[in-house]
T-cell receptor, first 112, second 111 residues
């Protein structure tokens, strides 16, 4: 069964460092998303991406964040200068339509 | 208040039915979803319902939607220990791709 895959599963980074989280969406999907879940809190929307551009973003997704689809298979989230409060589980998701979003297993980002 | 509200905990005995409830505020919601998250795992899409429907059944899962009261429920028949997880209610708004999630209901199944 096709699935969304994310790497790495756990990333530890120092405050102020840049980090790139990687995702391989399901191959025939057209819509891509990043969400995050701070420990013990709800899953929060960050950004959606369609047709090689951002279609929606939340107020969390500020200038420190960027997304890219560098080739036909990967979808990345970059955080330019990480802060302690960026520590969270980051989920990538993809959908073939705008209805069913399938999530990856997540990358746990720990900023120290 | 929160956009999506759910009880935080539910405990049921194996073999009983579980009912997880959710209320939401956005009357323009288009689709409503239930996701399951097992410990240390990602979010698994269980089922979804279009806002003009009031019920959807899929094997042991029954989703009920009361659009007037903005109330969504998920019933799991014959609950098994493998159903122990956190269940998230979510919706997407009209013309929007983003999902708004509740805080999740932790279902514990007692053998």
């Amino acid at each position: 069964e096709p699935e969304v895959t994310q790497t790495p599963s756990h990333q530890v980074t120092q405050m102020g460092q840049e980090v790139i989280l990687r995702c391989v969406p399901i191959s025939n999907h057209l819509y891509f998303y990043w969400y995050r879940q701070i420990l013990g809190q709800k899953v929060e929307f960050l950004v959606s991406f369609y047709n090689n551009e951002i279609s929606e973003k939340s107020e969390i997704f500020d200038d420190q964040f960027s997304v890219e689809r560098p080739d036909g298979s990967n979808f990345t989230l970059k955080i330019r200068s990480t802060k302690l409060e960026d520590s969270a589980m980051y989920f990538c998701a993809s959908s073939g339509t705008d209805v069913e979003a399938f999530f990856g297993q997540g990358t746990r980002l720990t900023v120290v | 208040g929160e956009d999506v509200e759910q009880s935080l905990f539910l405990s049921v005995r194996e073999g009983d039915s579980s009912v997880i409830n959710c209320t939401y505020t956005d009357s323009s919601s288009t689709y409503l979803y239930w996701y399951k998250q097992e410990p240390g795992a990602g979010l698994q899409l269980l089922t979804y319902i279009f806002s003009n429907m009031d019920m959807k059944q899929d094997q042991r899962l029954t989703v009920l939607l009361n659009k007037k009261d903005k109330h969504l429920s998920l019933r799991i028949a014959d609950t098994q220990t493998g159903d122990s997880a956190i269940y998230f209610c979510a919706y997407s708004g009209a013309g929007s791709y983003q999902l708004t999630f509740g805080k999740g209901t932790k279902l514990s199944v007692i053998p």
